[in-house]
């Protein structure tokens, strides 16, 4: 379900590869993350706004993974950021709180 740890974990993941600067770490997960993001029990609900957020997450994905190929770790940081800003935004969104 969405609503398991696991997303978080992998978040957590990320983020050691970024202090780390393990680029192969970064790239595996920010993967799993867009995967996620692309399994039919992603969709809490069918909207155009839940729908835009999830198409934010993967962009969000994979520009950490695009970086994370590149070897920047700042570019990486900087992705993990507005990744972070996105899942931050939708679970808002969920509750029922407004970020449009």
């Known amino acids: 379900s969405i609503w398991s740890p696991l997303p978080l974990a992998?978040?957590?993941?990320?983020?050691?590869g970024i202090a780390k600067e393990d680029f192969n770490a970064i790239a595996r997960n920010a993967n799993l993350l867009v995967g996620y993001s692309q399994a039919a029990g992603w969709m809490a609900q069918q909207s155009p706004?839940?729908?835009?957020?999830?198409?934010d997450f993967r962009r969000q994905a994979q520009n950490l993974v695009s970086?994370?190929?590149?070897?920047?770790v700042d570019g990486?940081?900087?992705?993990?950021?507005?990744?972070?800003?996105?899942?931050?935004?939708?679970?808002?969104?969920?509750?029922?709180?407004?970020?449009l």
């Open 10 to 16: 992998i978040l957590q993941k990320v983020l050691e």
């Open 49 to 55: 706004d839940y729908t835009r957020f999830t198409a």
């Open 67 to 72: 970086e994370a190929r590149r070897k920047n």
């Open 76 to 99: 990486a940081t900087v992705a993990y950021f507005q990744l972070t800003i996105s899942c931050v935004n939708c679970h808002k969104f969920i509750r029922g709180d407004s970020v």
